[in-house]
């Protein structure tokens, strides 16, 4: 058993001695730490990612939480991961995907990630849902360089659909039939965490981007790798269009967050009811 596969199994483990939950959970959310989506849902217990071993970290740096969550309308049990692992707050990159491993060992198939973001793309707004069909990676690393555990994944994952087309099909369809506005998007994968300069904003949209953030790129890769499929959104909470590039307060994008997150709250509600 590789190195991988021993903390994979650790964390694992542990979580599973402390569930709630009769049956295993066949979804799960990543999101950034406590966003206000959060509270669409019933809270049934909490794990603290500093009491889940491995370590990777000081305490006082791992601040996320492990969720079991419920439904509040229908009979839905998913996990919900409050906090990403990011790169560029010193976790190596195997260890910012080490979470979507853990959730394939215990019994995870469909996973959910919602990401603050940028938008590059003129015709996008702030405080809008950016729907992720694909991604460009920039971050300069990758979780899966370095030796391959076969019973994680096939050495060269395929990635020509990152994102389930047919899953992301019937998301859009909820959200037209919602008539709810959402903006279908390239994600652009860097590393943070300064922000960007007008001429890279310039670049980034050359190459094809809609949206940069720092967190998704990793997490996809590591779904893909272990056979999980992955849906993606992006809470616009800034304009990065290098024509009219500004910096704002930190109290304006919380704001702008917060309003996206209003928005997108009961869609993704209804998106995790429809999971078959």
């Not at 049934?44 to 601040?63: C, G, L, N, S, T």
């Not at 707004?125 to 971050?139: Q, S």
């Not at 959402?182 to 007008?198: A, D, I, M, Q, R």
């Not at 909470?237 to 309003?259: F, W």
Request: charged share 25%; net charge neutral; with cysteine.
């Amino acid at each position: 058993m590789t190195e991988q596969k021993v903390q994979i199994k650790l964390s694992a483990d542990h979580i599973k001695a402390l569930s709630p939950f009769k049956q295993k959970a066949d979804t799960a959310i990543l999101v950034y730490r406590d966003s206000a989506l959060l509270k669409e849902f019933n809270t049934v217990k909490k794990i603290k990612y500093a009491d889940i071993p491995p370590v990777f970290v000081p305490e006082d740096v791992v601040k996320g939480e492990f969720i079991f969550a419920s439904a509040k309308k229908g009979k839905a049990n998913f996990y919900i991961l409050n906090g990403f692992l990011n790169f560029y707050n010193g976790y190596k990159m195997r260890e910012a995907a080490h979470p979507v491993y853990v959730l394939k060992e215990l019994g995870v198939k469909n996973i959910i990630v919602i990401d603050e973001v940028g938008f590059l793309n003129p015709r996008f707004k702030t405080c809008g849902t950016a729907l992720i069909y694909d991604h460009i990676n920039l971050m300069g690393d990758n979780p899966l360089i370095g030796e391959n555990d076969d019973t994680l994944g096939t050495r060269f994952p395929d990635m020509s659909n990152p994102y389930d087309e047919k899953w992301y099909e019937q998301i859009a369809a909820i959200f037209r039939d919602k008539k709810y506005e959402f903006y279908p998007s390239v994600y652009l994968g860097v590393t943070g965490p300064e922000t960007e300069t007008e001429a890279e904003c310039r670049f980034y949209r050359d190459t094809g981007s809609d949206v940069l953030g720092y967190s998704l790129v990793p997490v996809n890769i590591a779904a893909v790798h272990a056979g999980l499929k992955c849906a993606a959104f992006g809470m616009m909470t800034r304009e990065l269009v290098a024509d009219r590039l500004k910096e704002i307060p930190e109290e304006e994008r919380l704001s702008n967050r917060r309003k996206a997150e209003k928005a997108f709250a009961p869609l993704l509600a209804e998106i995790i009811n429809s999971i078959k």
